[in-house]
């Protein structure tokens, strides 16, 4: 079944993606549960004869456009399809109706203005001079299902990817893109410090997990300070520390949990080995061990050079105005994408009152279409590289 509208530069088209918008903030689900949304893409991408290609993903879409994969370079469009559990405040008319979840990061926006995207690209169909394929990539929030789209095979064959995170602070017309880190690797940490415990009297008798945990925070701070180039950023940060029973008794054992944020490979890596050295070491000039656990979360997103400036000159064909971004110690899984092909992360005005993750979290629903049209832009232009 085709639509009968024209998709591209009408009213038709605009309200289109606002309603698909609309659906999907009604209905939001959580990382991995999202079938309901999966079902409603499919829907309105078969709606256009848009193909879905099975890679086997539980939820989760992957669609083409272009000519059949193999007959020329394929660059890959991202768009994260996954809510929060958050309740809602923001009183909108079309708030979410399932209690205690909401798109409150704006993946309804970057689900809806891809699927415009598809949509203009289906239009324009006999210009593609190779194939875009559309990645609907479920579990972001759990930085979890780009490794799962990678699984999947999706990725195979693709020259280049493509995304977008709306971005409240920047003007609707903007797009924010800019060579190099853009957003932070975010590894969470879990540090064990094994004591002996004893009469709070008698510490002699005993090793105390508290005062070397104690020194390990401190120690923990020179990091930053002393290994880390003025130029360059991290963030240590010790968020929880748990010991003790009782005021009489020196505990066995003494946990404190954190997090630690870099823009660069390079630092990130070297910033995790001095953490173990310094942990390891403390502990062992105070006579215990310490145990490191890594939560590990998504590297770096770091956009590629001579994309990068594809992707500003696609802003100008598009009619958006192309500005240099403050980078964002956010993660984003997007940079899973980013290990295995060059690719580009941009941030799309979306002029929104609150910050991401926020329950009044709102954005400018003028900014749909002409995301819809850039990644339309921004896909030609880049099929050209190849
Ligand atoms: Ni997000």
Redesign the pocket.
Known sequence: MTTEWNYSETPEFDQHLIEIRRHLHQYPELSNEEFETTASIKKWLAEADIRVIDYGLKTGVIAEVGKPAGEGPIIAIRA?IDALPIKEETGLPFASLIEGKMHA???DF?TSAIIGTALLLKQREHEINGTVRFLFQPA??KALGALKVIESGALEGVQAVFGM??KPDLPVGTVGVKEGPLMAAADGFVVEVDGVGTHAAVPEAGVDPIVTAAHIVTALQSIVSRNVGTLQSAVISVTKLHSGTAWNIIPEKAVLDGTIRTFEEEVRQKVLARFEQVVAGVAEAFGTKARVRWIQGPPPVSNDKRLAAVAEAAAERAGLKAIVPVPSA?G?DFSFYQKQVPGVFVFMGTAGPQE?HHPAFDLNEKALPLSARYFAELALLALDEY
């Open positions: 994260d990061c704006g993946h970057h972001e929030e995170h709306n956010a984003e991401w």
